[in-house]
């Protein structure tokens, strides 16, 4: 069955544009999570939704991120006044509920922030 | 707070080499510990896990086992292939479930021919 998917796969911007990340989650799956992978920095937690709702939102760097989830799908990770330090791979996974242990990732969007 | 602390690579073997990626934890409780590996080009995805102190996670020819003693949770393989040149995540997660992932910084893994 179809995976996670991730658009856009590459993402090039200008500082101080806002940019919109989206992640398809496999279908029925109800945890959501949003990653980011830095060069040397390894992966680190954004957020975390449950169905529509974000328990722990305990990762976003500052208030320029912010994210969302409609209809427990599809979710969009917005990056408001976009700086070079928010150049990254943003990656989202999914599990069937948050208590499963695993997580499918999606490949990535690679985002480079000029 | 919860941590993963893992070697730094790369490391590059030979093919048929043995392999060793430590890894260590910092936690409260009693984590569940994974491994995950990005091969090139594709998505992280799940190698192995563990939830209890003394399980044994193995797949692939990989093994690692949870050892709450020394916090630790060694990634092995026999005899490594060129197939297996990726880079190797070690994570927990807390046991109260709903949790996110804690990452080390992960360790490319090169094998020659």
């Known amino acids: 069955g179809a995976g996670v998917s991730q658009s856009p796969s590459n993402k090039v911007t200008e500082k101080g544009k806002d940019v919109e990340l989206r992640c398809d989650p496999i279908?029925?799956?109800?945890?959501l999570y949003w990653y980011r992978q830095s060069l040397g920095q390894g992966l680190e937690f954004l957020i975390y939704?449950?169905?529509?709702?974000?328990?722990?939102k305990s990762g976003l760097p500052s208030d320029r991120f912010s994210a969302e989830r409609t209809g427990g799908s599809v979710s969009t990770l917005t990056i408001q006044r976009t700086q070079q330090e928010d150049s990254a791979v943003y990656l989202c996974a999914s599990s069937l509920d948050g208590a499963s242990d695993e997580q499918f990732f999606g490949p990535g969007t690679r985002l480079t922030v000029l | 707070g919860n941590s993963v602390t893992q070697m730094e690579g790369p490391v590059t073997l030979s093919e048929e080499a043995f392999l060793t990626i430590n890894c260590t934890y910092t936690a409260t409780g009693y984590p569940s510990l994974f491994w995950y590996v990005q091969y090139p080009g594709e998505g992280l995805q799940l190698l192995l896990k563990a939830t209890k102190a003394d399980d044994k996670g193995s797949n692939k020819g990989f093994e690692a086992t949870y050892r709450k003693e020394t916090t630790s949770f060694h990634l092995e393989k026999g005899s490594v292939q060129v197939s297996d040149s990726a880079v190797y995540f070690c994570a927990l997660r807390k046991d109260s479930g709903n949790t996110p992932l804690v990452f080390g910084k992960g360790t490319r893994l090169s094998v020659i021919a």
């Open positions: 279908s029925g799956h109800t945890a």
């Open positions: 939704f449950q169905g529509n709702s974000a328990p722990d």
